[in-house]
Structure formats: C-alpha cells, structure tokens
C-alpha cells in the first residue's frame, strides 16, 4: 500500500513553502503524482454586490487574486518541474467564501493532502479553513509541516491512541507510513479504568500493527500538564521521534475554537509534522 496521489494546496507562498517541500518529497519517495492547487484569494465579499460598491472597485480585487494565483503557480513551477515528478500545477482564482468548497472538491480524491501550520508565524485565516476543509468535506487524511522545516524520514513515529473512530482512521490512513518506520509508540494516557481492554491498554490495536508488520511498543502515561498536547509532546521529544499520527477534533470545530482542545492546541504548538484524519 501506497500513497498515489498526493496534493497540497498553496494560497501564500511564504506560509505554504513548507508544505510544498514536504509534497514533493513525499511524491518523490512514494513515485506518487502531485497536484498543486495554487489559489489567489478574492476578499471581495458577497454583500459588496448589494451595497453598491463600484464595478472598478471589485474587478481590482479580482485581478489582484488573479495575479496571485499566478506568481504563486511560477512558484511551485520553479520547485517541480526540474525535478520530472508527474505533476500538475494548477492556478484559480476563488473567493473566500468559496475557498472551503474549491478545497473540497479538489482534495477529496486524494490519498494524502499536505499542508503548512495552520496558526503558524505566516498563516492567515486561510490556512485552518484550507486545513478543516480537506478533513471535513474533503475526508482526507491530512499531513501538517511545521513552518520552516524540511521533512525527516519518519523512523519513529508516536500515535495518539484513545481508542476513539478519529484515531483508528488516522491510524490506518498512516499504515504506509508506519510500516516503513523503525518504530511505533502507541501512546495512551490516563486510560479508562473501566474500558474494555483496561487490563491491556492497546493490546487489540498492537496486534492489529503487528499483523501489518508495524514494529510496535506501547506507552501508556499519567497526565502531568493541563494539556494532553503537552504531555504527548514531551513523550515525543523523550523517544525523539520524527512524527505524531492521531485523530483529529473529536469534539466538534466550535466547541474546540471556543474551549480548545486538543487538536487545536497541537496544530498550535506542535514542533513535529503531524498526520491527522477525521
């Protein structure tokens, strides 16, 4: 099993250079074909048609997002094409209402969709719509690169187990990725004291890794910080692994930008690339 179809979506070229990198190289090693979706944004909202504002006024922001979408296409051109990946580089131009929507429906036929730092130093609100769209609507497994940085081999890879549907599906979108790795540390914490497995904290899913011939080990830890994140991050920087895999917003979107969780605050804070699915 491998990843065939890899894509990323570019909509700054300074906040997704990362992601880009990131794609290529994925692409490279898998032997995959990249799509690259270069979008200029048009801010223009749909209440300025109403209100009356002037038709010079909205064909500037059109042709604005126009010339985006095609520096940022003689961007991705420059980085793909001398390397003779089978690729596409696409330009567009869509409006920020639609942006969830043009996400959607180019990313949801592929198997893996790369993305830059959604709160990063040069993300804007962009970026989480692109990133929730592509897990949402699109039902893709996502990759998020950490801003600035080039992407490691992923020998050691530490998965967010709680048990939940998001984690199982993060897990098996991931089985290419962990069935290269050298190993996989199933971290579970502060398990339940009445689960089903409560003598065995991810005994069933171990067994399922190793019947896919994924070197596994099992780490189960006490809580000790006021965020899950945190814990699962030292645990990751203890081992020093190279990737974390888990499921993504188990509570919904709303809840998890009025309350936070952890989701949210690992996209905020992670310092590792971090494969998600929802």
């Known amino acids: 099993m491998q990843y065939r179809s890899i894509s990323t979506v570019m909509t700054s070229s300074e906040a997704d250079a990362s992601a880009l990198a990131a794609a290529v190289s994925i692409a490279r090693a898998q032997d995959a074909h990249l ?5 200029g944004i048009d801010h223009t909202h749909l209440d300025a048609y109403s209100l009356g504002t002037s ?5 500037t922001d059109w042709e604005r997002a126009q010339q985006q979408a095609g520096e940022l296409q003689r961007a991705a051109e420059a980085v793909v094409k001398p390397l003779g990946l089978r690729s596409v580089v696409h330009a567009a131009v869509v ?16 198997d893996l969709v790369v993305a830059g730092q959604p709160y990063g130093k040069y ?6 719509a692109v ?3 592509a897990l ?9 690169v950490p801003d600035g940085q080039s992407l490691p081999e992923f020998r050691r890879i530490v998965v967010a187990w709680n048990d939940s549907a998001q984690a199982l599906n993060a897990l ?6 962990l069935k290269a790795a050298d190993i996989v540390s199933l971290c579970i914490i502060d398990p339940p004291q009445h689960g089903h497995d409560r003598s065995d904290p991810g005994g069933s899913v171990a067994q399922m890794l190793a019947r896919h011939g994924v070197k596994t080990e099992i780490s189960v830890l006490a809580q000790t910080t006021n965020q ?5 991050m030292r645990h990751a920087t203890d081992i020093n692994a190279d990737l974390i895999v888990m499921g993504a917003y188990g509570h919904s979107r709303f809840r998890e930008a009025i309350f936070g969780g952890a989701t949210r605050h690992m996209l905020k804070v992670s310092r590792l690339p971090l494969f998600m699915a929802h």
């Open 228 to 232: 899950l994140g945190d814990t699962l």
């Open 123 to 128: 993300s804007d609100q962009t970026a989480p």
């Open 131 to 133: 990133l929730e769209a």
């Open 55 to 59: 038709p010079q006024v909205l064909a």
């Open 136 to 144: 949402f609507s699109g039902h893709a497994s996502v990759l998020v």
């Open 172 to 177: 098996r979108r991931a089985l290419p990725m």
């Open 95 to 110: 409006s920020q209402p639609g942006l969830a929507a043009y996400v959607t429906h180019r990313t949801r036929f592929s």
């Open 35 to 39: 799509d690259v979706y270069c979008a």
